[in-house]
């Protein structure tokens, strides 16, 4: 039997691509065999006895493959725009190599007994360094390179077409629309959009077998839109292997975010929320989390006190603590406890969002920001059960009318507790208008959609980064 000859040509012209999940996936587990496999070749090749490979310490392989993924996760060794890039690679390999060694030698219980021949350890560290930073060489030479580019066609209005590729693009380097159909029954001659070309919809087909095509996205909100001919292209292509896919789930796997702006009155099929928000095996053991991180976090904030007054006193010069309004779960107001970091009278003119370089904020107030230490007081929220470690930002009751009355599903956020740091904070910048706002509720409503123990420890993480990179806000 012969083979179809469009579906030969297809897989001739299909390029290698990587989804972002499995990029980082083959990002960890490199690391870890790039890193064994170079602590190897150092103990063949030289008298080298602080690290061996035995089956009776196999667990000494596995405590440092941990803390490699830990801390890589921590320095952003997974964060694909830092990965493609030499310079950052370098500075998050010394770091992510320094601390893994660190802590590896100072657990001895579950790794090696520290050697009498101090060499050893030196030699330890640079085998780590120079098998990490080899490997993520070879990634950003071969893998993050426009060879392993995913390329994609977009269906969609003529209209929509820019808002939507960059909404895909900027988030992916490697995800490219290079093509669109326009499914508009209006004829536009004086249109274009930069590099991206349009495709007659008679011609989808032979555009998808010539140009290597990995997905077709389906942005029309025009059902008229999909002809019979085009309906029966696709539903062909399909058949062929073809990956078809609404907008909305590739935004969402993409971006991490819910693009609540392309969802209409179908809505519910777009918030299947996690069934850990009702878990209570899950909410129980995260309460019990919660309350031994606030007692902890609560003694650190007594031992840092006596400092913290005494900068106070000469530098924010007023009342060290204040209280604020905001709303919490169920759309309950609470009222949040926070070191003082703004100027007296900082809102004699009314509520207004905070900036970034907020000229309101003071000298010792900026410090307290950018370290979080100002948050310190609210795990006494955390305890009274106002607020929970990981969730939405709570906003203040003046600013959840004004945004609610002008964004749907605003108020959704309000179905957990809000959170002392959450998947908004870890990777949107502070928000200082309304449509800073759209954004982060996007990356609250995914948390609250996809709300796991592992969502939970990728945030935990990006938070220790932020602290350490010295980023709060």
């Known amino acids: 039997m012969q083979r179809n000859p469009i579906l030969k040509s ?45 089956t009776t310490n196999f667990y000494w392989t596995i405590v440092l493959a941990v803390y490699i993924n830990a801390f890589g996760a921590i320095f952003e060794m997974y964060n694909l725009q830092v990965a493609s890039n030499h310079i950052q690679v370098l500075r998050s390999t010394i770091l992510t190599t320094s601390t893994t060694v660190i802590f590896y030698l100072l657990t001895p219980i579950f790794s090696p007994e520290l050697p009498k021949n101090r060499w050893q350890l030196l030699v330890f560290y640079i085998a780590v360094f120079l098998a990490l930073y080899s490997w993520r060489m070879i990634y950003v030479k071969f893998l993050a390179s426009n060879r392993f580019v995913q390329n994609a066609v977009l269906i969609c209005g003529r209209k929509q077409v820019e808002e939507l590729v960059l909404g895909l693009e900027s988030v992916d380097p490697h995800y490219k629309i290079i093509g669109y159909v326009n499914s508009d029954d209006e004829v536009f001659s004086d249109f274009s959009v930069q590099y991206i070309r349009e495709i007659k919809r008679k011609k989808l087909s032979s555009f998808v077998i010539e140009n290597g095509i990995s997905e077709i996205v389906v942005a029309s909100q025009k059902t008229e839109g999909i002809t019979a001919d085009l309906y029966q292209q696709l539903l062909r292509l399909l058949e062929l292997g073809m990956s078809i896919r609404e907008y909305t789930h590739v935004y969402e796997s993409k971006t991490q975010r819910i693009p609540v702006q392309y969802i209409s009155r179908d809505f519910y099929r777009f918030f299947p929320f996690s069934r850990s928000n009702q878990n209570k095996l899950y909410l129980y053991f995260i309460r019990i989390f919660e309350i031994v991180f606030s007692l902890i976090g609560l003694g650190i904030g007594l031992i ?70 100002d948050e310190i007081p609210q795990f006494i929220n955390i305890l009274k059960g106002d607020m929970a470690v990981i969730g939405p930002r709570p906003e203040r ?77």
């Open 304 to 373: 840092l006190i006596p400092l913290i007054l005494m900068f106070n006193l000469f530098w924010n010069k007023g009342k060290l603590f204040y209280t604020q309004k905001r709303v919490g779960k169920d759309g309950v107001v609470f009222k949040i406890i926070k070191f003082r970091t703004m100027v007296k009278n900082a809102e004699k003119s009314g509520a207004v969002f905070a900036k970034l370089n907020d000229s309101r904020v003071t000298t010792f107030g900026k410090f307290l920001r950018k370290t979080r230490i």
């Open 10 to 54: 297809m897989d001739n012209q299909k390029s290698i691509h990587f989804e972002i999940s499995e990029r980082k996936i083959l990002l960890r587990f490199f690391d870890v065999v790039f890193v064994l496999f170079g602590l190897y070749c150092v103990g063949f090749v030289f008298n080298f006895n602080y690290f061996k490979f035995s």
């Open 397 to 473: 009751p003046v600013f959840v009318k004004e945004i609610a009355r002008m964004m749907p599903f605003y108020e959704t956020r309000h179905i957990i507790k809000p959170g002392l740091t959450g998947w908004a904070q870890v990777n949107y910048s502070y928000g200082e208008k309304l449509e800073d706002s759209l954004i982060k509720l996007q990356y609250d409503l995914y948390y609250i959609k996809h709300r796991s123990i592992y969502l939970d420890l990728s945030i935990a993480f990006k938070t220790v980064s932020t602290v350490l990179f010295y980023r709060g806000q």
